[in-house]
């Protein structure tokens, strides 16, 4: 089995899909490697790190894919990068399928098996495979120290002989992976925490953390979770009291960080301009959902704006500010799919269709849209000399609820 690890090619993609770390692991399982070079640059992976951990180190990827069997990366392949794919390789990686459905097909008529890590089932036996989990955490983990550093004031109360500092409150909308972490990290920081999210369940766990659940009808909450952990869209009733509740509430807070996302559709919006306004000079309100739509009515991509003296922070690709960390998690969940799913007498990777872990998270198959979710934009597979990389360009947004 020979694996080809490529270097990340969208802007500001500083993550990698292998470390050296992941490199040894593999190769304990029998495999072979190609690392393109550069390729862990951005991570502060040298290239002679690989090469000590055993893989090969190629000057490009047409160079590093020749005759891999397996391809990883982070993020979905550009459509130039997919030019150097041959028929029958597996492709792995991030492929925020949602914001480019039309990547699906191309994926099939290249003749690509495509899997979405990050469609990976919520089940137990998938836990140490679960990119998105992994990635929100430190989204939520850096979301506050963003916060704390645009905020200028202290997060904890400090009584000194000069008087005392009030703590700063902050206010965490969504209490999924990212939302859980964020909570966590302003209550280490010393900081007055309080959090909502629709989902029922969610309030124990952010009272486990020493925050406090708000919400307007608790009723409303318990009917909002699927059987696969995730938060579905509320009623407009729902909607409407809950925004004037939050109303209220945002406009006594000195920091707002936002994590709801729904997937397979834009995040809701959850803080409009009057509520933005409302808050007092020198707040923070950081939008961890700017890709996918954004949960905040001003918040802008990529981008820090001050509205009224009010920082919103709108920075894309969060745990890619973590470059390193975010890489050894993110090549862990990789190893352990891949794993999971190696003969263990032959060394092949062999993704049986049957199984529940990958009937979630192959797009296509033999040339051919098999998930679920994307059977509309099957086509017929065009002639293998006529095949073309027609991939749409995706978000690299990385969902957390």
């Known amino acids: 089995m020979k694996i080809a690890v490529l270097k990340e090619t969208r802007p500001g993609e500083?993550?990698?899909?292998?470390?050296?770390e992941t490199v040894k692991k593999f190769m304990g399982l029998g495999a072979t490697l190609s690392v393109q070079?550069?390729?862990?640059?951005?991570?502060?992976?040298?290239?002679?790190?690989?090469?000590?951990?055993?893989?090969?180190?190629?000057?490009?990827?047409?160079?590093?894919?020749?005759?891999?069997?397996?391809?990883?990366?982070?993020?979905?392949?550009?459509s130039e990068e997919m030019r150097v794919f041959t028929q029958g390789q597996t492709l792995i990686g991030i492929m925020s399928a949602y914001n480019a459905p039309d990547s699906v097909p191309a994926y099939a008529r290249m003749g690509i098996d495509a899997l979405a890590m990050d469609f990976m089932p919520r089940?137990?036996?998938?836990q140490s495979m679960d990119v998105l989990s992994s990635q929100s955490n430190l989204a939520?983990?850096?979301?506050?120290?963003?916060?704390?550093?645009?905020?200028?004031?202290?997060?904890?109360?400090?009584?000194?002989?000069?008087?005392?500092?009030?703590a700063a409150k902050v206010f965490v909308m969504g209490a999924g992976v990212a939302g859980l972490q964020a909570i966590a990290t302003a209550r280490r920081l010393g900081a007055v925490v309080s959090a909502t999210d629709v989902r029922?369940?969610?309030?124990?766990?952010?009272?486990?953390?020493?925050?406090?659940?708000v919400t307007v009808d608790e009723e409303a909450m318990k009917e909002a979770e699927t059987e696969?952990?995730?938060?579905?869209?509320?009623?407009?009733?729902?909607?409407?009291?809950?925004?004037?509740f939050v109303a209220e509430h945002i406009a006594k807070q000195d920091i707002v960080i936002t994590t709801a996302l729904i997937p397979g559709r834009p995040a809701p919006r959850l803080v409009d301009a009057d509520m933005v306004r409302s808050m007092k000079a020198?707040?923070?309100?950081?939008?961890?959902?700017?890709?996918?739509?954004?949960?905040?009515?001003?918040?802008?991509?990529?981008?820090?704006?001050?509205?009224d003296g009010v920082t919103i922070l709108g920075f894309a690709n969060v745990p890619g500010r973590l470059a390193a960390d975010a890489s050894s998690l993110y090549a862990r969940n990789v190893y352990n799919f891949i794993a999971a799913f190696t003969d263990k007498e032959n060394g092949n990777f062999v993704a049986d269709p049957e199984d529940e872990i990958i009937k979630g998270i192959a797009l296509t198959r033999g040339g051919k849209v098999v998930h679920a979710?994307?059977?509309?934009?099957?086509?017929?597979?065009?002639?293998?000399?006529?095949?073309?990389?027609e991939v749409e360009e995706p978000s690299s947004s990385d969902g957390d609820e």
């Open 14 to 20: 500083t993550r990698v899909a292998a470390t050296p």
């Open 37 to 78: 070079t550069g390729a862990g640059e951005g991570a502060r992976f040298a290239d002679t790190d690989y090469a000590e951990a055993g893989a090969q180190i190629s000057p490009s990827a047409a160079d590093a894919v020749q005759g891999a069997d397996i391809v990883l990366k982070v993020q979905a392949p550009s």
């Open 123 to 126: 089940i137990t036996r998938a």
């Open 140 to 166: 939520g983990y850096k979301a506050v120290i963003d916060a704390s550093a645009y905020y200028g004031r202290a997060l904890p109360m400090m009584m000194t002989a000069a008087g005392t500092i009030a």
């Open 200 to 213: 029922f369940a969610a309030k124990e766990q952010v009272n486990s953390l020493g925050a406090t659940f």
């Open 228 to 244: 696969g952990g995730y938060a579905k869209e509320m009623s407009d009733d729902f909607k409407k009291r809950q925004a004037e």
């Open 282 to 307: 020198g707040s923070v309100i950081v939008d961890l959902a700017v890709e996918a739509g954004g949960n905040v009515e001003l918040a802008r991509l990529g981008e820090a704006i001050e509205i």
């Open 373 to 389: 979710a994307f059977e509309d934009k099957a086509e017929e597979p065009a002639p293998a000399e006529a095949q073309q990389a």
